[in-house]
């Protein structure tokens, strides 16, 4: 099994172009009492069809689809790995990222100041992660264990040359010059990472 972590189709198409590499996220109804972390390092990007995600970003198409449905046949195409998250609690310095993602001003400041779950009002978690291509792409089908406002889910996945043959998104030179960015944002020290 492998780890999945879902997020709209059009931030999923964001990261697989390289036009976003950072994930910004408050959690899903269902994270539990803990609330939502990025618990994991390694895992696939699953596309999700929430109907109103093109109102929510400022770049980028996406057409309304319905939800996937038990029996639905889909495909995983790109893999991230953090290098870093992090929970930002200076409204600022998530301002200071708009270059960096597709999201709306209005949709971040309605997840920062949201307040439930085990999450507090004035955070937002966020995660640099390197997107790579996967080669091939994991054909699955949707069944009802993928369901639900959660954001980590357990995918089929033992074909260890699928990561091996995959390709990074962005070149070397590029993606070291947005992780110094990011991490200057953020106020990482990154000397030890």
């Known amino acids: 099994m492998s780890i999945a972590f879902k997020e709209w189709q059009v931030i999923c198409d964001a990261l697989a172009s ?6 910004l996220r408050k959690g899903g109804i269902h994270e539990g009492r803990e609330g939502f972390s990025f618990a994991h390092q390694s895992f696939h990007l699953f596309p999700t069809k929430f109907h109103a995600q093109a109102d929510q970003v400022r770049e980028g198409h996406y057409t ?22 992090v929970t930002l609690t200076d409204w600022a310095r998530v301002e200071a990222l708009q270059p960096y993602h ?4 209005q949709t971040l400041r309605e997840r920062f ?4 779950k085990g999450m507090a009002s004035g955070s937002i978690h966020l995660a640099l992660v390197r997107v790579s291509a996967l080669n091939p792409p994991l ?5 009802n ?4 406002c959660r954001s980590w889910v357990e995918i089929p996945d033992d074909d260890l040359e699928r990561l091996e043959n995959a390709e990074n998104v ?5 993606f070291s010059t947005l992780f110094e960015r990011i991490s200057g944002i953020v106020g990482l020290d990154v000397s030890h990472l």
């Open 102 to 105: 597709i999201y709306t001003e």
């Open 18 to 23: 390289g036009r976003q590499s950072i994930l």
């Open 170 to 174: 962005l070149g070397q030179d590029r």
């Open 113 to 116: 100041d949201w307040e439930g």
């Open 64 to 85: 309304p689809e319905k939800e996937w449905q038990v029996g639905d046949r889909f495909e995983i195409t790109h893999h991230a790995e953090a290098l870093f998250a």
């Open 139 to 143: 054909e699955l089908i949707y069944d």
């Open 145 to 148: 264990g993928l369901g639900g």
